[in-house]
């Protein structure tokens, strides 16, 4: 955090155009009718909380036995619960509901990867498929309680092993299936997790990922894991390892089941999921939900952000290895009974109009996307909207990443038609679901600001050196929350002192998100970007520490710095600065072998070489999408003299803020008096530069 001043004073300025949201004929009331109301009821979820959150939960979820405790606990110990003596389940509140009454309606409708294959599965079809799946967890000897991985690609059965695991009260662990196998193995390891849920291979514009073969290599370091359960998308049996004493096909498994299994009674604060995000460190962190909370969020934030209307078709596009795949793929659409849309592909498969498509094809009504994807659209042109008529859609979002006024109003016009009211959502993994964003034809839009806070969330912009709160409009600040709410993370599986940590001590008596932020002069929030070493790379969170720490496994690799560099599509993108270990001639047969037969990296073929390496040695750590943009080798890193890595000089140096070694150039890097080296810094400029 110690740069935390440097990034705030880095950040842009606000432009100033307001969009006022207009009534559209034809579509139904909305769920909040205007920015009165907004506001009153956002006036009572802060000052009568108690009132405002009794009545949320006891009409939005169904209760197996009322609470009576609203809230207890506090930031301060990281205590908190809400609802404490209630108990629910949370499939009974997705699906049950929804079966009993409207058993024909679709529940989800699956998009495949080839256009024109798709499926729509009924909330009774829903309903029979996760217990089968539910009764084989049991059948595996799963327990309330017990964490079980799922390394799912985007098929339905991704979110029927989620809703079983909930139905059971067991804990799931959704692993984003462009994970690679040491980072899958690793999370299934923290979490002791006794069953994986995978697929035989994954389909994603049009090319094949091998999931059961990374299941095995991560699993065979596993000792926990006692059963692999592997649902059969392209039934490529040749391909597909399976070892008789441990896997289980899906389809054979279900065929033994009963096709009905009762909900287990789950207290509110039981955990329903755990999902690893990155942090400043190199380990990842298992965030762990609990149950009546976040289902609250989920299904108030569907809703009331998305007005969400009980016919409407969810189409959030998100994976359901992330948050957002969660939030708003899974338990937010069908709290709300509503019809999700599990899409499979990608936005240019098999052309860039492919959302579009899909849109127009099942008549989705919310769409909902990261800034990333509609940055990349917006430069493949508008031809490819042009054939569409997206006339279903009655709401559009953005979710992942500060989405820049380009492409906001790219969206509105091309997109949303100029009417459409586009939701940019502020939230993270931690918080459950969104707690800043505009109300669809009720909040005034500004491109480029998450406008107000939601229901009983409230922001406090703190100086991020004296931690002093910032109070009034025209601040900037990093973005800390002054209460507790519903869906908040509770902690850091097996690691609440890492919890209380990261969040609650930073700022005493506030949440911390890690978040630079800017409240403007009407009170609308801008969020900066993170104020830690998290870096956002396509909505993706990464932590620059567990980038660094896959680059010093490789056995050539002294030192490594990642810091994220600005890119016009992906928002950041990865920049490492490595230090290879000295290897005279001698030394280098001692080496891996891979590594003995490497030229020296100082001719061009060694640096070649060197730096594939490099790049492989990260996607074998932690997957593709983290992928680096740059690898730069370099003799040394500019360290302080007692040993600190400056990184606001590779960071300016990285974004070409710093181009040359001229003596203006360099003063531009402010102080560098403390550098224990200072000749460093002519040579990166030069490296990067040259
Ligand atoms: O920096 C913020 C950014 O994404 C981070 C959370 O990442 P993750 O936990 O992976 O969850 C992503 C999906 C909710 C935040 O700390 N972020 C998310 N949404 C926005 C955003 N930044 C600006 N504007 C947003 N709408």
Request: glycine share 8%; net charge neutral; proline share 7%.
């Amino acid at each position: 955090m110690s740069d935390a001043s440097e990034l705030l004073s880095a950040t842009g300025t606000t432009p100033e155009q307001v969009y006022t949201p207009q009534e559209q004929p034809g579509w139904p009331k909305g769920n909040v009718g205007t920015l009165d109301e907004y506001r009153k009821r956002y006036k009572q979820s802060i000052e009568d909380g108690d009132v405002f959150w009794d009545k949320a939960a006891k009409s939005t979820l169904k209760w197996t036995i009322p609470f009576t405790t609203i809230r207890s606990g506090g930031f301060e110990d990281g205590d908190v619960s809400w609802f404490h003596d209630g108990y629910l389940n949370a499939c009974e509140n997705a699906v049950d509901r929804w079966a009993l009454k409207n058993p024909k309606k679709t529940a989800i409708i699956w998009e495949s990867d080839e256009p024109g294959q798709h499926l729509h599965i009924s909330f009774s079809e829903l309903f029979k498929q996760v217990c089968l799946v539910a009764n084989v967890l049991l059948s595996f000897g799963v327990r309330k309680g017990d964490v079980v991985a799922v390394y799912m690609p985007m098929v339905p059965e991704a979110l029927y092993a989620m809703l079983a695991c909930a139905r059971i009260g067991a804990v799931h662990s959704v692993v984003f299936a462009g994970f690679s196998a040491d980072a899958l193995r690793d999370r299934i390891n923290d979490a002791q997790c006794k069953v994986v849920i995978t697929a035989d291979q994954g389909v994603r514009g049009g090319k094949r990922s091998q999931l059961k073969k990374i299941t095995d290599e991560a699993v065979a370091e596993c000792p926990c894991v006692e059963r692999v359960l592997v649902f059969q998308r392209t039934g490529d049996v040749l391909a597909t390892p399976f070892h008789a004493g441990r896997d289980r096909w899906w389809h054979e498994e279900i065929a033994k089941q009963r096709p009905y299994c009762p909900p287990t009674l789950v207290n509110s604060e039981d955990p329903l999921f755990i999902l690893y995000t990155s942090g400043s460190t190199g380990k990842p962190k298992g965030v762990l939900h609990t149950t009546a909370g976040y289902l609250l969020g989920a299904a108030l934030t569907v809703r009331d952000v998305f007005d969400v209307h009980s016919d409407d078709v969810f189409g959030c596009m998100a994976d359901v290895g992330w948050i957002t795949g969660h939030t708003y793929i899974c338990y937010g659409p069908l709290l709300n009974g509503a019809t999700t849309v599990v899409f499979e592909s990608m936005p240019t498969y098999p052309n860039p109009g492919r959302y579009w498509l899909t849109v127009d094809t099942h008549k989705i009504t919310q769409f909902y996307t990261a800034p990333t994807a509609i940055r990349a659209l917006r430069r493949l042109g508008d031809a490819h909207v042009a054939p569409y008529k997206l006339d279903s859609l009655r709401v559009i979002g953005s979710v992942g990443e500060p989405i820049n006024p380009e492409a906001w109003i790219w969206y509105h016009e091309q997109i949303g038609k100029s009417k459409i009211p586009i939701v940019d959502t502020y939230w993270q993994t931690e918080t459950g679901s969104i707690i800043v964003s505009p109300l669809p034809r009720v909040t005034p839009t500004k491109p480029g600001s998450a406008t107000l806070p939601f229901w009983g969330i409230e922001p406090a912009i703190l100086d991020p050196t004296t931690g002093q709160e910032l109070k009034g409009n025209d601040v900037t600040g990093v973005l800390c929350l002054k209460r507790p709410w519903p869906s908040m993370a509770r902690t850091v599986f097996g690691d609440h002192s890492r919890y209380l940590d990261v969040y609650m001590k930073p700022y005493k008596g506030y949440y911390f998100t890690g978040d630079g932020v800017t409240r403007d002069k009407d009170g609308y929030y801008w969020v900066r970007g993170r104020v830690d070493d998290v870096i956002n790379v396509s909505g993706h969170r990464l932590s620059t520490a567990e980038i660094e720490s896959a680059l010093i496994l490789h056995p050539r690799v002294a030192e490594a710095a990642v810091i994220g560099v600005n890119d016009d599509v992906t928002g950041q993108a990865i920049f490492c600065y490595v230090v290879l270990k000295e290897t005279p001639a001698e030394a280098v047969s001692t080496l891996s072998t891979s590594v003995a037969r490497m030229p020296h990296p100082d001719g061009p073929d060694g640096l070649k070489r060197m730096t594939q390496e490099l790049v492989q040695q990260v996607r074998q750590h932690i997957g593709p999408f983290a992928t680096p943009k740059r690898i730069v080798i370099s003799p040394d890193l500019p360290k302080t003299r007692s040993g600190k890595i400056m990184r606001r000089i590779l960071r300016k140096v990285a974004n070409g803020e710093i181009k040359s070694t001229q003596e203006e150039e360099i003063s531009k890097l402010g102080d560098l008096s403390t550098l224990a080296d200072p000749g460093i810094v002519a040579v990166l400029i030069a490296k990067v530069h040259s």
